[in-house]
């Protein structure tokens, strides 16, 4: 009874541990939010949830999870599982990992032993050395500030080819495989931030997994060769590796695609994008451009420090204005109808240039003036990048947390706990099944179900776990669970 071992263990985590697995487990905060520790441990155990949790964890933690996995159903000692990794069972590496799934609610300890999540279906890969400790790739010093010019000269080229995908571009061939649609004429940095947005947010997922390791590396700092990077990244995310590095389809048999020639491909797409930049041969770091994906940060404002705005010249009157991007003025020309468009990069206003600048600021320009030349530019549209799918919880997870607890801050003895959770029994019936608990007797009960359905059961051997019964079920000779609240009559079985 795997889920009644998993709430027994969440009623006995004080209000903070609880509010931790919370934290990192969003998905079982969706409206409406769980009533009482069993619904929540239903919402923990779900398949498609705990798959989305696990696809996220490090290597270790996934060999425990293997390992858990091939020693056979829950319960497992603890000394076994050590001794399947070649570790003490007292190992605080092993210890650490531990705490990070019991943190996620994927295994929990009872006593000695350790229970597996029902909600887990992990494919086992071959064994290899436990490995708590991440690899180090190569690093060398990097020059921020030439990091800084390589990524906006590669945005430069990204932008010319996007202005016209026609045009035989150097790299044109190449930027058609990666850069998508950009949609409608925008300034540069919105058009930048469009093409890496969409760029970040499809694809393999392992490409977010590379540009996020990049991030994680000190600063200033930059890889030598993605052999180095790829144990690093496998160690990261090692089942998005996997998925990305399939054996052949065609069941020769034959070797899977190996790691360090993904993470290369992927390398090279975020290099052509000004995502990476290339220092040297085989010498790449991450860019501001690929930070703001990483953080989830606006694209838009990295570039609009990294790239030149477009301007406008106000000349004398009679009052002339002449753009550097058509785009802007295109905005102008909405902004201000009375303006006489001349050429797709120049336009005449009927009045001064100082009335001409005014008018500007007023329709939500930025204007500033140097000499002769008046510098006109609207602030870029933030467009952020599209973040990983998250969830967004319907409360706090303190808080729920806190309210989740509060009833089982003192030991309720099984007679009190149904009492609370089945008032519709009476006080000989609620007895009756409470000592079926405590001393694992046969006892009868009629059932209804979601349906309004009535069904007469024998149960025994039941455990309680919070507002249902866990029990084997003689009528369909398998274990079932009973919601007390649905429980309408108790007595002793015929027979």
């Not at 905060?29 to 490090?58: F, H, M, N, W, Y």
């Not at 190449?174 to 947010?201: C, E, F, K």
Request: net charge negative.
């Amino acid at each position: 009874m795997t889920r009644g071992a998993l709430v027994r263990w969440l009623q006995g985590l004080e209000a903070r541990d609880l509010g931790e697995i919370l934290r990192r487990r969003p998905d079982a905060l969706i409206a409406p939010s769980p009533g009482d520790l069993v619904q929540l441990a239903s919402r923990l155990v779900t398949r498609t949830a705990v798959s989305e949790v696990v696809a996220k964890l490090p290597l270790p933690a996934v060999q425990v999870l293997e390992a858990l996995t091939r020693l056979g159903p829950s319960p497992v000692s603890r000394a076994r599982l050590a001794a399947a990794l070649h570790r003490s069972p007292d190992d605080t590496e092993l210890d650490a990992t531990l705490r990070v799934l019991s943190q996620r609610a994927l295994a929990w300890p009872d006593g000695e032993d350790l229970w597996l999540s029902p909600g887990l279906l992990l494919e086992t890969s071959d064994e290899e050395p436990f490995a708590p400790v991440p690899p180090a790739p190569s690093l060398i010093p990097a020059d921020r500030s030439a990091i800084r010019e390589a990524a906006a000269e590669a945005a430069r080229a990204l932008l010319e080819y996007a202005a016209d995908p026609s045009r035989d571009v150097p790299l044109a061939a190449h930027y058609r495989q990666v850069v998508p649609q950009t949609g409608p004429p925008a300034p540069d940095a919105t058009r930048l931030a469009r093409i890496l947005s969409t760029w970040w947010s499809s694809g393999t997922p392992l490409r977010r997994v590379v540009v996020r390791v990049l991030h994680d590396l000190p600063p200033d700092t930059a890889v030598r060769g993605t052999d180095s990077l790829a144990p690093l990244v496998h160690w990261t995310a090692p089942l998005p590796a996997r998925a990305a590095t399939p054996a052949p389809s065609d069941g020769s048999g034959g070797p899977a695609t190996p790691l360090a020639d993904v993470v290369s491909a992927i390398v090279a797409e975020a290099t052509l994008l000004g995502v990476c930049v290339m220092l040297d041969p085989d010498v790449f770091a991450i860019s501001p451009f690929g930070r703001a994906l990483a953080d989830g940060r606006s694209v838009a404002e990295v570039a609009s420090h990294l790239l030149p705005e477009p301007s406008l010249k106000v000349l004398a009157p009679p009052s002339v204005i002449v753009a550097d991007d058509p785009a802007l003025l295109d905005s102008l020309a909405d902004a201000l109808p009375e303006l006489d468009r001349l050429a797709p990069t120049v336009a005449a206003a009927p009045s001064s240039a100082s009335d001409t600048l005014t008018a500007l600021r007023e329709a939500g320009f930025h204007a500033s003036t140097e000499a002769t030349k008046v510098t006109v530019t609207r602030p870029p549209s933030p467009v952020r990048a599209a973040p990983s799918p998250r969830i967004r919880p319907a409360v706090d997870p303190v808080e729920l947390a806190a309210r989740l607890t509060v009833p089982l801050q003192r030991d309720a003895s099984p007679l009190e706990q149904i009492r609370h959770r089945a008032p519709q029994l009476r006080p000989e019936q609620a007895r009756l099944l409470a000592d079926a608990v405590e001393h694992g007797t046969p006892v009868w009960i009629r059932y209804g179900d979601a349906n309004g359905r009535a069904s007469e059961r024998v149960i025994e051997n039941a455990e309680l776990a919070g507002s249902t019964i866990e029990a084997w079920c003689r009528l369909r000779r398998d274990e079932r669970a009973f919601t007390l609240d649905k429980i309408v009559a108790v007595a002793r079985p015929r027979h």
